[in-house]
């Protein structure tokens, strides 16, 4: 599975963004690897963290510093998922990474994106 992430760029803080990934390749293992579509992001000397992520039926998972600003949605029939980011603040800064997984929660079982940089000046 190939995943294709895009719509990074440089905002100012209270800014939007939004961002896609599209997910492509062999009918059947695409399939069960895009069950979950998600995204995650890694900042400078720190981890990667879950943003949030979503399955085919539409169950979300966000992150505290999502909720309330952030927006998850997907396109079953494109293989699709969109990252609307609003409200956006300079610790949002980050690699953000598209992630494709047949289980929620399990990223290490998919496959990732190229990874998109955001950058939220003050």
């Known amino acids: 599975v190939q995943l294709q992430a895009s719509g990074g760029g440089l905002v100012q803080a209270g800014g939007s963004l939004r961002l896609s990934c599209a997910a492509s390749?062999?009918?059947?293992?695409?399939?069960?690897?895009?069950?979950?579509m998600g995204w995650y992001r890694q900042a400078p000397e720190k981890q990667r963290e879950l943003v949030a992520a979503i399955t085919k039926d539409g169950t979300t998972k966000y992150a505290d510093s999502a909720k309330g600003r952030f927006t998850i949605s997907r396109d079953n029939a494109k293989n699709t998922v969109y990252l609307q980011m609003d409200s956006l603040k300079p610790e949002d800064t980050a690699v953000y990474y598209c992630?494709?997984?047949?289980?929620?929660?399990?990223?290490?079982?998919?496959?990732w994106g190229q990874g998109t940089l955001v950058t939220v000046s003050s």
């Open positions: 992630n494709a997984a047949p289980v929620l929660l399990r990223p290490d079982l998919g496959s």
């Open positions: 390749g062999r009918i059947l293992p695409l399939n069960v690897m895009v069950n979950v």
